[in-house]
């Protein structure tokens, strides 16, 4: 049986590097939170379609609106920690990253109640130093490789490359973001902005070419991108402009979409990514999550 992962990253639009020279860490307390609001609408579609999934929830949203991640979990699925700042893992020292992974973890587990396992580094800046620290804090997996090289803001990891789960030299499980190859180039299929960018017909068929040769696939988004009505900020580079705002009033329709064509395969079914965490673990005894 093929494994899908619907993954979330619950930060809001004004937290995002492509709007960082606008809204800098210090200004975030001034900026609208729409938050709540986007990420209800989500799990309201994750109701209907009856699909528990991983919600990787910032640390600076959850003081704030503790509610909103009890909510997560009180609608059946899993809360995993998206760092606490948003802030480049690769740019803080060691002593403010030790402090960042610690937090969120501490913060999400004392308004849930549950060990949060989970980890998704800020715009995949992921790192082998990030690695052992996450071993050392109690987590389990990450879910940060986007083994894109042509991105400027994601992080690397040594040794395996793989589109598929695999353990990495710290003990901590990578179930990676999804590349094809397309022309001898790997092109991501993970979501995000690769998912409004790209017609909804190519990266449909993309996908389903990926779980004809691969058992596990994990799609990510954030709340903001099906909120159109989002401010829309001026004088911004035309690079993140496009990053930032195309297609939004498309992106809840595709999800529902999307979602829909991946049920109708028989040989596919929904999990959050714990759950495929247990299934890696129960095929290669590598690690105890318990």
């Known amino acids: 049986m093929k494994q899908v992962c619907l993954s979330f990253d619950i930060e809001d639009w004004f937290q995002v590097e492509n709007l960082r020279e606008v809204f800098p860490l210090e200004s975030w307390d001034n900026a609208e939170l729409r938050v709540e609001r986007n990420t209800r609408q989500i799990l309201d579609i994750l109701d209907e379609k009856k699909i528990?999934?991983?919600?990787?929830?910032?640390?600076?949203?959850?003081?704030?609106?503790?509610?909103?991640?009890?909510?997560?979990?009180?609608?059946?699925?899993?809360?995993?920690?998206?760092?606490?700042?948003?802030?480049?893992?690769?740019?803080?020292?060691?002593?403010?990253?030790?402090?960042?992974?610690?937090?969120?973890?501490?913060?999400?587990?004392?308004?849930?109640?549950?060990?949060?396992?989970?980890?998704?580094?800020?715009?995949?800046?992921?790192?082998?130093?990030?690695?052992?620290?996450?071993?050392?804090?109690?987590?389990?997996?990450?879910?940060?490789?986007?083994?894109?090289?042509?991105?400027?803001?994601?992080?690397?990891?040594?040794?395996?490359?793989?589109?598929?789960p695999f353990l990495h030299s710290s003990g901590i499980v990578e179930i990676p973001m999804p590349l094809v190859s397309i022309f001898n180039k790997r092109i991501p299929i993970s979501g995000g902005g690769y998912f409004r960018l790209l017609p909804f017909g190519v990266f449909r068929n993309l996908i389903m070419r990926f779980l004809k040769e691969n058992d596990v696939y994990v799609f990510y988004m954030h709340p903001w991108e099906i909120d159109d009505e989002q401010p829309r900020v001026k004088h911004i580079k035309l690079t993140n402009t496009v990053r930032q705002y195309t297609a939004l009033a498309k992106t809840e329709r595709r999800l529902r979409t999307l979602v829909d064509e991946i049920k109708k395969r028989n040989n596919c079914t929904f999990v959050s990514l714990r759950e495929e965490l247990a299934s890696y673990v129960q095929q290669n005894r590598t690690i105890d999550i318990e």
């Open 52 to 164: 528990k999934s991983t919600f990787f929830v910032l640390g600076w949203i959850a003081e704030r609106v503790p509610g909103l991640v009890k909510e997560i979990v009180s609608r059946g699925h899993e809360v995993a920690s998206h760092g606490y700042n948003h802030q480049l893992n690769y740019n803080l020292d060691s002593g403010r990253l030790r402090e960042d992974l610690e937090r969120s973890k501490n913060l999400l587990e004392d308004i849930t109640g549950v060990e949060v396992i989970g980890y998704r580094a800020p715009t995949f800046s992921i790192t082998d130093e990030v690695m052992t620290v996450l071993i050392e804090l109690g987590y389990k997996y990450d879910s940060s490789l986007n083994d894109f090289p042509l991105h400027d803001r994601y992080g690397k990891l040594s040794g395996e490359k793989s589109n598929r």
